[in-house]
C-alpha cells in the first residue's frame, strides 16, 4: 500500500527505532507515476499509518476527511507540535504508543476505537478531549510534570490499566475543564487498576454524562490500587472523591488539599 504523506508529516518504516523520531527529516520526491494520497483530503477505503507518524509542523486538518471509512493507527505515533483531530472521525488504535510532546486535540465527536493502548503526555504538553468523549485507559496513562488534560462536557476518563500523574511542587500535572463554566464528568477507577498521583490538580469536574450516572464526582473509584499524594481536588461539582471499593484500595494517601467540592 502507498505510504500518505502531507508536509511536516512522514510515514517511517516500523524498522526505525521510535526513540530515534526526533524531527522529521526532508520529505523525499514521489515516485514518477505515484499519485500521493495526502490524509486529510477525500479518499475511498482505509487509510493505515503502517508506521511512526512524526509531525514536526502545525496540522490543523491531518483527519478531516469526511469521506473517510475509517483511520487506523498500527504501532506508534508521534506529535511533536499541534494536531487537531476533526469533528465526529474514528480511530482505530489497538496496542499503539502515543507519544505527546506538543499538542493533541479531539474535537467533538471524535470516537477512538480499540484498547490496550500507551500513551505518554511528554512535560508541558497537552491533551484536550471535546465533548462525549470516553477516553479508556486499558493499557497505560504517563503524564510528566507540567502535562494536562483538558476535557469537553460528558467527559469520562476511564481508568481499568495504569495511570502515572507525576507532578512536581513546581509544576502539577492538570487534569480541567475546557470551559470551567461547563464541568466535565471526572476519573472513574475500575477494579485491577494501578493508580499514582503526585502533584496533580483535578478541578471542574462532576458533571454528568460520560457513565457517571447520578454519582457527581473528581474521582469516582471502584477498586484498584491507588496512591494519591501531594495533589490538589477542588472545585468540583459533588464530591472530590467517591469511594465505592474497600479503603484498603489506597496504598498511599497523605498531603492531599480538598476545596470547594
Not at 516500523?14 to 507515476?33: H, Q
Not at 496540522?59 to 469521506?67: H, I, K, M, N, Q
Request: with cysteine; charged share 20%.
Amino acid at each position: 500500500m502507498k505510504n500518505h504523506l502531507v508536509p511536516g508529516l512522514l510515514v517511517l518504516s516500523l524498522s526505525l527505532l521510535f526513540a530515534t523520531c526526533k524531527k522529521a527529516p526532508t520529505r523525499p520526491e514521489p515516485d514518477p507515476g505515484q499519485e500521493e494520497n495526502p490524509i486529510g483530503e477525500t479518499g475511498e477505503g482505509t487509510i493505515i499509518l503502517t508506521g511512526t507518524i512524526s509531525a514536526d509542523s502545525v496540522l490543523t486538518d491531518v483527519f478531516a476527511d469526511p469521506e473517510r471509512i475509517d483511520y487506523k493507527i498500527v504501532d506508534s505515533l508521534a506529535i511533536e507540535a499541534s494536531v487537531t483531530v476533526k469533528q465526529g472521525v474514528v480511530i482505530n488504535a489497538q496496542g499503539i504508543l502515543l507519544d505527546i510532546k506538543g499538542s493533541l486535540n479531539f474535537e467533538s465527536g471524535v470516537r477512538m476505537l480499540g484498547g490496550d493502548n500507551h500513551i505518554d503526555i511528554r512535560q508541558g504538553s497537552k491533551m484536550l478531549l471535546g465533548q462525549h468523549f470516553s477516553l479508556d485507559i486499558t493499557g497505560s496513562l504517563n503524564i510528566e510534570p507540567g502535562g494536562t488534560i483538558l476535557s469537553g462536557k460528558g467527559n469520562l476518563i476511564l481508568v481499568s490499566g495504569t495511570l502515572i500523574a507525576e507532578g512536581t511542587k513546581t509544576d502539577s500535572v492538570t487534569f480541567s475543564s475546557l470551559d470551567k463554566a461547563v464541568h466535565w464528568s471526572g476519573i472513574l477507577i475500575e477494579p485491577g487498576a494501578q493508580v499514582s498521583m503526585n502533584y496533580a490538580d483535578i478541578s471542574y469536574a462532576g458533571g454528568e454524562g460520560g457513565g457517571a450516572k447520578k454519582i457527581k464526582s473528581a474521582l469516582r473509584i471502584a477498586g484498584g490500587t491507588i496512591s494519591i499524594e501531594n495533589s490538589r481536588i477542588h472545585h468540583n461539582d459533588g464530591h472530590g472523591i467517591y469511594l465505592n471499593a474497600h479503603k484498603k484500595a489506597f496504598i498511599s494517601f497523605s498531603n492531599n488539599t480538598f476545596v470547594h467540592n
